[in-house]
């Protein structure tokens, strides 16, 4: 049978990426060099699971699906929002094509597939990490794509000839029972590595044992609140989380330093994607820094971050009345690392948006911090959520408070009532993690876990029934028929 070919891309090294499977993740070939031809010798797998990495973070970097739906942003000088942000979502507007995650599935599963038939006799070391760190991705990919789509078709063989499957979509629950084995199997493959430690991160651009549990947590989570779960899920989020503690991570002091410290330097990251200016394209803060001509006049201009042009800022996102209103404590110190408003001599005008302010070279400011997946008070806060979901307010109340002690707000005395507590947790996420890429999601747990009523929070989902979930277009049905609209819309 016909081979299918592989796409070599380039990441920190020249990688190899996927078989392509034409019918259903509708790719073009971009190489003759098949995988019969690549995986000759175990020095191959190292560039290839590298490689991988670039899905994550393209995926990592796309905040339509995610902080696009919350109700973070509003427009600032021109605005780039779409249907997401409108949650004008229809079929024909906004669907999706699911065919990057699973081609990003597809190159796991044929490293999986490959890599068995190597005994990595010299070093099987190297081969227990790769496996761990594939099956991360494979999980990460999944768990990124069912919070989109909901139900999704569950790929796990290798497409290596034009026989392609055409598989239906299987229910949330399993695809989220495939991502805990998939971790599962990668926690195991962590921890018999030789020497192993717990606090061991070689790199925070690569999944770790730490990073690992963190990506377990948070799918607990998800299963617990989303997917109808029951007390078990939050425990199981609970011991991932005190397994993360023991990794190491320390929060930074400064908060400025959460996103102003490369992750690889970063004592609070756990997991990361790179960006750096010359080795790939701006991250998604390009679209909230202003440029020069939209701020030129301002009286505070010295401490506003703006590149000079629209080449490195659009200018188009700013921070929303309703998660300024967040920061009800003027003392909070997160808050000049979050937003800053521009001062006219008519008065104040946008509320510009500081976090992942981008770094200044000798011609201008560029959008390149790297994104953070997984951080230490991130994990503080879920630790606290899973906590509170149990009614144990005394342990919620303690995570919730590592954090506000860092942000200088002291500790919360308000209201120990569970839902009162569940909805501080929900505000304190949105303070302490505005514009990065979690809101909409946190939003749709604690929808589900009953604190908030999400098309009443959401200002741009008021007086809508548009699903939580997103549709797929055309062509995917035209490529798979056994494949089903999302529920809520109609095929």
């Known amino acids: 049978m016909k081979k299918t070919a592989i796409t070599i891309i380039s990441a920190i090294f020249l990688s190899a ?8 993740l509708e790719v073009t070939p971009q190489s003759s060099i098949t995988d019969a031809v690549f995986f000759k010798n175990e020095n191959d797998f190292e560039p290839y699971v590298t490689g991988i990495y670039t899905s994550m973070r393209t995926f990592s970097n796309d905040i339509v699906y995610g902080t696009e739906r919350s109700e973070e942003l509003v427009a600032a000088l021109n605005s780039r929002f779409g249907v997401a942000w409108t949650q004008i979502i229809t079929p024909t507007s906004g669907a999706i094509n699911y065919n990057n995650w699973y081609k ?28 761990a760190e594939t099956y991360c991705l494979r999980a990460y990919f999944y768990f990124h794509l069912t919070r989109i789509i909901g139900d999704a078709p569950i790929m796990l063989d290798a497409v290596v000839d034009e ?11 399993d695809v989220m029972k495939q991502i805990q084995s998939d971790l599962d199997l990668a926690i195991q493959n962590f921890t018999s590595i030789g020497g192993f430690s717990k606090g061991v991160y070689p790199s925070k651009y690569r999944f770790a044992y730490g990073s690992a549990m963190a990506l377990k947590a948070d799918a607990y989570l998800w299963s ?3 997917l109808g779960g029951t007390d078990p899920d939050f425990n199981s989020a609970i011991a991932a989380i005190t397994e993360v503690e023991a990794s190491g991570l320390i929060l930074n002091q400064d908060y400025k330093n959460v996103t102003g410290i490369r992750a690889a330097g970063n004592t609070e990251v756990a997991l990361a994607a790179y960006f750096q200016r010359d080795e790939i394209s701006n991250n ?9 001509a939209g701020v030129q006049g301002a009286l505070n201009l010295s401490q506003i971050p703006y590149a000079q042009t629209t080449v490195n800022g659009q200018g188009a996102y700013q921070i929303s009345p309703k998660s300024r209103a967040l920061f009800t404590n003027v003392a909070d110190k997160r808050i000049p690392y979050t937003w800053i408003t521009e001062i006219q001599a008519s008065g104040p005008k946008i509320s510009w948006i500081t976090k992942y302010p981008g770094n200044v070279y000798p011609d201008s400011r ?28 005394p342990k919620a109340l303690e995570y919730l408070n590592k954090v506000r002690f860092r942000a200088g707000t002291g500790d919360y005395t308000a209201s120990v009532l569970k839902t009162d507590v569940e909805k501080e947790i929900l505000d304190e996420r949105g303070r302490e993690l505005f514009f990065e890429n979690k809101r ?12 908030i009523n999400v098309y009443t929070y959401v200002p741009n989902l008021a007086g809508k029934t548009t699903p939580l979930f997103w549709p797929l277009n055309t062509t995917v049905f035209a490529n798979n028929p056994n494949i089903k609209q999302t529920e809520g819309y109609i095929q």
């Open 17 to 24: 990426l996927s078989p392509a499977c034409k019918k259903i």
């Open 366 to 393: 560029v959008s390149d911090n790297d994104i953070i997946i997984y951080r230490l008070s991130d994990i503080f806060l879920m630790k606290a959520e899973a906590y509170a979901a149990l009614n144990n307010i």
């Open 224 to 226: 617990a609140k989303v």
């Open 163 to 173: 026989n392609v499957p055409l598989l239906s979509r299987a229910k949330a629950s």
């Open 440 to 451: 909409w999601y946190d939003l749709v747990r604690f929808h589900k876990g009953g604190t």
């Open 104 to 131: 990003a599935i597809g190159n796991c599963n044929l490293l999986l597939a490959k890599i068995e038939a190597f005994p990595f006799a010299a070093n099987p070391d190297l081969k227990k990490r790769i496996l």
């Open 284 to 292: 998604y803060g390009l679209n909230a820094l202003p440029y020069l």
